[in-house]
């Protein structure tokens, strides 16, 4: 049996054509290059119809939503390609307690996504393929016996869910489940390996990457300075990413902002505007906001800045997140400053700047903004190649030969 020869199911926890970084989606388009890979969004509920209504997003799907129609698009980047699957709508059950009238429900959601599997398994012809759910396990915990089953099933966990309220309520017992049932288990960082381990099954690790092909344009292409950052004058500290008070040091950032106020600190992404409020960030004028950008519009960004930072509080979250925007930053060679929130990040000690205080964050950030240039930037590059979701497919595909027992040529 060859790798090419088979296909991927994928059920995402994300959409194709979201704007913020998508390991999954990254997964994806990297299985994509040598092999069919169908990647079926998160389900749209009738909550979403509603709030989504006039949203571009949400208009070129309606068909498929709605009616299950033109299901399908082509999603194409560099030499690959892979299908995106949009399934319709299901029912927002997440408010419910857990009981018998949640079991019902979440059953027909269930059989919504086991329509779209056995519809691209029908139109495609799909025979040999490995099921990959990603995040998503409240649905599609197991693939329905009437539909042929996959060589193997995979489980994919990128967060503690038990920290975020919302998803908590019904994930954490979902993702229990998705541990016993499926027959490969990963985790994106060392302590969720930890904390999943617990559930009686061994658990793999493979960490979050980068896309550095993409990210290591900032250091050598040409790219036209954004047009947020025209008008900047001196150097600049970036962060991407969502800024919410589940993960982000609020009062760091406000402190690094005022010691520095000769320097621009740029916030490429969502923010609460609660949290805007709340810590006066308006009073700044050295704090620029961009909000949400594509993903390829990035290293654009990352080109005319000379720091990147990551302040994050440390908490039991935090403590589970192996940090993706590290290798993103790396990728472009700039200096990087992070609190040291888990063990992976700490990983990265001989080549960005940990601090284990608020003191050491602000005074790390100084030693930063004055490192020559080319200190380190080989060293950075060169770690950020090895660490591309490329290599993370192969350990990927070492897990499935080991337990298929058949080595995949």
Not at 290 to 305: D, G, I, M, R
Not at 384 to 409: C, D, F, G, V
Request: a positive charge; glycine letters at 4%.
């Amino acid at each position: 049996m060859k790798r090419e020869k088979i296909d991927f199911i994928i059920l995402g926890a994300t959409r194709w054509d979201f704007k913020l970084s998508s390991s999954t989606f990254s997964i994806a388009k990297t299985l994509a290059k040598n092999n069919r890979v169908f990647y079926i969004e998160r389900p749209f509920s009738l909550k979403d119809v509603i709030t989504h209504w006039n949203k571009p997003q949400f208009k070129y799907r309606k068909k498929a939503v709605l009616f299950g129609k033109n299901a399908y698009k082509k999603i194409e980047f560099g030499k690959g390609s892979l299908v995106s699957v949009t399934p319709k709508f299901i029912l927002p059950i997440n408010f419910l307690d857990s009981g018998s009238i949640y079991d019902s429900l979440a059953q027909h959601n269930n059989r919504i996504l086991s329509n779209s599997v056995k519809k691209i398994i029908k139109d495609h012809g799909v025979k040999k393929y490995i099921y990959l759910n990603s995040f998503y396990p409240y649905q599609l915990r197991k693939i329905p016996t009437s539909l042929p089953q996959p060589i193997v099933s995979m489980y994919r966990s990128v967060d503690d869910i038990s920290q975020e309220n919302y998803i908590a309520r019904h994930g954490v017992d979902a993702e229990k489940q998705s541990v016993k049932d499926f027959d490969i288990v990963t985790a994106s960082s060392s302590e969720l390996c930890h904390k999943l381990s617990s559930y009686g099954k061994d658990i793999h690790l493979i960490p979050n990457a980068g896309e550095f092909k993409l990210f290591h344009s900032a250091l050598i292409n040409d790219f036209e300075k954004p047009n947020e950052m025209k008008k900047l004058q001196g150097k600049t500290v970036i962060f991407i990413g969502n800024l919410n008070n589940l993960r982000t040091d609020f009062h760091l950032l406000v402190s690094c902002v005022t010691k520095y106020h000769d320097v621009n600190f740029i916030i490429v992404g969502p923010y609460d505007k609660v949290d805007y409020k709340k810590f006066k960030l308006d009073q700044f004028k050295n704090l620029i906001f961009t909000q949400e950008k594509n993903f390829h519009e990035l290293p654009q960004y990352l080109k005319f800045s000379d720091v990147a930072i990551i302040p994050f509080l440390k908490n039991q979250l935090t403590k589970c997140i192996y940090p993706l925007k590290v290798n993103e930053y790396l990728g472009a060679g700039i200096p990087v400053v992070s609190t040291n929130f888990s063990s992976d990040v700490e990983s990265f000690k001989d080549l960005i700047y940990l601090a284990d205080t608020e003191d050491d964050f602000v005074k790390l950030l100084g030693v930063a903004l004055a490192e020559p240039k080319d200190q380190k930037l080989a060293e950075r590059v060169q770690f950020a190649k090895e660490n591309t979701w490329e290599s993370r497919i192969e350990m990927l595909w070492k897990l499935i030969e080991n337990h298929t027992n058949q080595k995949l040529i």
